[in-house]
């Protein structure tokens, strides 16, 4: 797998430091118990270079999608898709129902400057800045897994729906999935949640990535997009 940068991991993990839909995990219904799932790769943060040329999967989208960055510096980490969350899962990914229980779920974190319960304009231009570099990542996970015949998807981290697959009628929670999955601390702000990071408070970008490949191929996904 993917190794920790040291260098990186060290700046990322000092002081503690969600807006977009996922940050607030308003809108999902899997909030349960908070039990921690053993993940099968345990939180890693990597740098992974990004190519200057976006993946064809990102033209469906028709936005601008920022290059300007040549890598994004992430916490990810590798999780069977828990029972609890599987008929919510194909709910929101009608493409995997009756294989809900071979979905990975990858749950990712991008350190901020400012903390994302903010609502100056500098901080969501940073939002802004996050969303493309999640956009640019996720595609080059997707099509990687694709291109070895495994189906994969993100949720876009601003509605919470489907990003390259069918859509379903109910939309992902990022701040719920990294609250079963991680056991992460989320809490009330007015109407919604938010996520707090252990490292970095709220200081986080979260957004998610699943994919039907077995954890070995996803490993060697990844491992593939470090050397890109």
Not at 24 to 47: F, N, S, T
Request: proline content about 7%; overall charge positive.
């Amino acid at each position: 797998m993917p190794s920790t940068v040291a260098a990186v991991g060290r700046e990322l993990s000092g002081a503690p430091h969600t807006g977009h839909a996922g940050l607030a995990g308003g809108e999902g219904r899997i909030r349960k118990r908070a039990v921690r799932c053993a993940p099968l790769v345990e939180p890693v943060v990597a740098v992974f270079p990004l190519p200057p040329r976006l993946a064809a999967i990102l033209g469906r989208l028709r936005v601008h999608i920022d290059t300007g960055e040549s890598q994004i510096a992430l916490q990810y980490s590798v999780h069977a898709c828990p029972r609890r969350m599987r008929r919510e899962i194909g709910l929101v990914f009608p493409d995997v129902i009756g294989r809900e229980g071979e979905l990975l779920i990858l749950p990712t974190f991008q350190k901020t400057r400012s903390s994302m319960v903010s609502y100056q304009a500098e901080t969501q231009a940073e939002k802004d800045a996050k969303l493309h570099l999640f956009y640019r990542w996720g595609a080059e996970l997707v099509a990687g897994l694709r291109k070895r015949g495994y189906w994969a998807d993100v949720t876009d981290p601003m509605s919470g729906m489907a990003l390259f697959t069918t859509c379903g009628p109910s939309l992902y929670p990022d701040v719920e999935g990294a609250e079963i999955l991680l056991r992460y601390t989320p809490f009330n702000l007015g109407n919604c949640f938010v996520l707090s990071h252990p490292h970095w408070g709220t200081h986080i970008y979260p957004a998610t990535a699943f994919t039907l490949a077995p954890a070995g191929v996803v490993a060697e996904v990844l491992d593939e997009m470090l050397r890109t």
